[in-house]
């Protein structure tokens, strides 16, 4: 069973700083790309921000150089640091794994549960 637990979410006051973490555990064998998006109220989910397994990134444009996202492989853990945070921010905030496990020839692909991010003053 692979499972992917978010922490780190909360509430911030604008132009402050958060670090969200996303543990992927299991019998996991190779995980290809990991990922954060977020759903604000009303509107569709969208990408945040994208790693691959050689840490090649790629980022929304409304986040561009206000977030960075990393990995751990060695842990299965992305990481997003987010600073400079705006109210539009805030989100429910998911990650995102594509990875094969123990037993399955093929790629899946797994949610977290969701982080809640307030930026408010």
């Known amino acids: 069973q692979v499972q992917l637990v978010e922490s780190g979410g909360g509430l911030v006051q604008p132009g402050g700083s958060l670090r969200l973490s996303c543990v992927a555990s299991g019998n996991i064998l190779y995980i290809a790309a990991m990922g954060w998006y977020r759903q604000a109220p009303g509107k569709q989910r969208e990408l945040v921000a994208g790693?691959?397994?050689?840490?090649?990134?790629n980022y929304a444009g409304s986040v561009k150089g206000r977030f960075t996202i990393s990995r751990d492989n060695a842990k299965n853990t992305v990481y997003l640091q987010m600073n400079s945070l705006k109210p539009d921010d805030t989100a429910v905030y998911y990650c995102n794994a594509n990875l094969r496990y123990s037993g399955s020839d093929y790629y899946h692909e797994y949610w977290g549960q969701g982080t809640q991010v307030t930026v408010s003053s």
């Open positions: 790693i691959n397994s050689v840490g090649t990134t």
